[in-house]
Structures are given as C-alpha cells and as structure tokens.
C-alpha cells in the first residue's frame, strides 16, 4: 500500500506562481509513473501532468509552457511548478502514482487526498 501526501496549496493572485509537492510512503524511484490531476469545481478531475520513469513528461494543452513536473529523488516527492497562475487553474489538486502497469493500461493506481489551489484576486 502507498500512501500520497500533497502539500504546498492555497490562495494566490493571477499571475503569480505556487509550487505542489507530492510526498510518498513508499521509494519514488521505484514507480514506472506519477503524476498530477486537479478537479475544478463543478467539473470532472482532468490530467494536468505525468513523469514517467525515463523522465519524459507529459502536460495538458491548457497548462503547457506554464507548469513543470519533476522528480527529486533526495527529498522522495515529485513536484509541480505552477507560473502564471490563472482563475481557470482554481481546483483540488490530487498527486497520482502507477505501480504496475500492462503496456496498455496501470493496474495498480493511488491517490492522494488532494489540496485546494485557489487563484483569485
């Protein structure tokens, strides 16, 4: 069992920026994907960005050019850098891990609890 732990949220102003941090129970290291989603409200959780283990990354259209995932393997977390934050970003971020997975699809998933990012001014 894996446990997620995200910390690093809270209320910002347009433009500004705010960095999540993803803490795991278990070696970072060791999982083949992790990643960020986010839920705003009223609507459906969406990927906003994944790290996979040979450190490709991968964004959704609408944070492109704005945040960036990475890994640390010292501190065992994954983070997302966030600029230029906009209203648009205001959600419940959740950090997401793949254990195991077929060359299809994960089969062994977790989940954080998730943090509010609330960008107003």
């Known amino acids: 069992q894996v446990q997620l732990v995200e910390a690093g949220g809270g209320l910002v102003q347009p433009g500004e920026s705010l960095n999540l941090s993803c803490a795991a129970s278990?070696?970072?290291?060791?999982?083949?994907?992790m990643g960020w989603y986010r839920q705003p409200p009223g609507k459906q959780r969406v990927l906003v960005a994944l790290?996979?283990?040979?450190?490709?990354?991968t964004y959704a259209d609408s944070v492109m050019g704005r945040f960036t995932i990475t890994r640390d393997i010292a501190k065992n977390t994954v983070d997302l850098q966030m600029s230029r934050l906009k209203p648009d970003d205001t959600a419940v971020y959740y950090c997401?891990?793949?254990?195991?997975?077929?060359?299809?699809?994960?089969?062994?998933?977790?989940w954080g609890q998730g943090i509010q990012v609330t960008v107003s001014s």
């Open positions: 790290f996979y283990s040979g450190n490709q990354t």
């Open positions: 997401y891990t793949v254990l195991r997975l077929t060359t299809s699809s994960p089969i062994e998933t977790y």
């Open positions: 278990g070696n970072i290291a060791s999982m083949p994907i």
